[in-house]
């Protein structure tokens, strides 16, 4: 039984937005945990509107709604192409996925929809009030995650820790 799932692999789950700290937790499993078995799914929630302005909305400017949204998903497919472009740079085979909702909600519901055995995340490094008034993505997988999560900081944040 154990011969059968190391064929089959592991199924991870690497959440990326596109950041720095994204990039880097990327780079990180790619050169200290992955296997050529693993079955990777690289995970970008990407809400349309979320960076729409309140007053744009409120103003009703369908035009403007129009021209931002379409901003909006001209970045979204940005990011799709670095991701591919830094999967493929380590020759990792990978899917794809593209979420819809709150980041953290997202990436659980994706990871049990995948069955994922793993889920790897970045970590900007927020510090506990702009944590707790903004939230954190990284801290909400942790702690509702029925799976092991691995959260990489970068480099930039060890500072902090000292």
């Not at 799932?5 to 880097?24: E, P, Q, V």
């Not at 499993?29 to 990407?46: K, L, S, W």
């Not at 970590?123 to 954190?136: A, C, L, P, V």
């Amino acid at each position: 039984m154990a011969e059968e799932a190391a064929k089959k692999g592991r199924t991870i789950l690497i959440a990326m937005d596109g950041s720095k700290h994204a990039i880097h937790a990327f780079e990180w499993y790619a050169q200290n945990v992955y296997m050529d078995t693993d079955n990777v799914i690289i995970a970008h929630c990407a809400e349309p509107g979320v960076n729409i302005p309140s007053a744009a909305l409120m103003a009703g400017n369908a035009t403007m709604i129009q021209a931002m949204m379409k901003d909006n998903e001209d970045q979204v497919m940005e990011v799709f192409k670095t991701i591919d472009r830094l999967a493929n740079k380590y020759n990792i085979k990978h899917i794809l996925e593209r979420l819809h909702g709150p980041p953290g909600e997202s990436i659980i519901m994706a990871a049990e929809k995948q069955n994922a055995d793993m889920i790897i995340s970045g970590s900007r490094g927020y510090g506990t009030i702009r944590r707790t008034i903004m939230g954190s993505v990284s801290d909400y997988i942790v702690h509702h995650s029925n799976i092991p999560v691995c959260i990489v900081k970068h480099e930039d944040e060890h500072h902090k820790l000292k």
